[in-house]
């Protein structure tokens, strides 16, 4: 199965502005997925990332606030923009087949804005 | 509206004995299951998976279990050891697989010594 590298593991924001987090997959996957688990919450998935499309938004997310970049099959990149203590949480790239190997996680990004 | 539910946030068990997670789902279209397991600070991991074609998936100390007219599903641990201490979350998907996940809440398991 794939291998996550996600960076920065964590990082204290002030509100307003934007952070961007990377992910990096050794082998080339079609779908790169991004989440958000909120404290004492489930994951909840942010978007779907295809290579050379736009990304596709779950309801209640929306691009100008989490654009999206996908330059190819191996790397994605999540910006969570002018933000604000609400948004404090842990941000999770996937990628990979489901089947018997399963989605493969990064080990995420905390994020604190204060 | 949650359509993959882990009524129990958190369980204990003694080490050695069997350990019994479970998973509700209301969505008929969901025809794969998965489970991951998560340490703080570390992603998810995959577990075992399961599809709506059996009942039953078994790889070493883990097993699924499928209901689909229930529409429940449970993760046996046996026997448990205190390295399964983590935090469990099952996830669905249709299209047997190739569609998003959505996980559940998640049950925080704790073996005891």
């Known amino acids: 199965s794939a291998v996550i590298s996600q960076k920065p593991s964590r990082d204290i924001c002030q509100r307003g502005t934007s952070l961007t987090i990377q992910c990096q997959v050794d082998?080339?996957?079609?779908?790169m997925f991004w989440y958000r688990q909120q404290p004492g919450q489930s994951l909840t998935l942010i978007a779907t990332?295809?290579?050379?499309?736009?990304?596709?938004?779950e309801s209640g997310f929306v691009i100008d606030k989490f654009p999206i970049s996908r330059p190819n099959l191996t790397f994605s990149t999540l910006t969570v923009s002018n933000m604000s203590p609400e948004d404090s949480s842990i941000y999770l790239c996937?990628?990979?087949?489901?089947?018997?190997?399963?989605?493969?996680f990064g080990s995420g990004t905390r994020l604190t804005v204060v | 509206d949650q359509q993959v539910k882990q009524n129990s946030p958190s369980l204990s068990v003694q080490e050695g004995r069997i350990s019994i997670l479970n998973c509700d789902y209301t969505n008929s279209m969901f025809d794969y299951f998965l489970w991951y397991k998560k340490y703080p600070a570390e992603g998810p991991t995959f577990l075992i998976s399961?599809?709506?074609?059996?009942d039953k998936n078994e790889d070493g100390r883990f097993t699924v279990f499928l209901n689909k007219s229930a529409k429940h599903l449970s993760l046996h641990i046996v026997p448990s050891q205190p390295g399964d201490s983590a935090v469990y979350f099952c996830a669905a998907s249709a299209n047997f697989g190739n569609e998003k996940l959505t996980f559940g809440t998640g049950t925080r398991l704790t073996i005891i010594p």
């Open positions: 990332a295809n290579q050379g499309s736009e990304a596709t938004y």
């Open positions: 399961i599809s709506s074609i059996k």
């Open positions: 996937s990628a990979g087949g489901p089947k018997e190997s399963g989605y493969t």
């Open positions: 082998s080339q996957v079609t779908m």
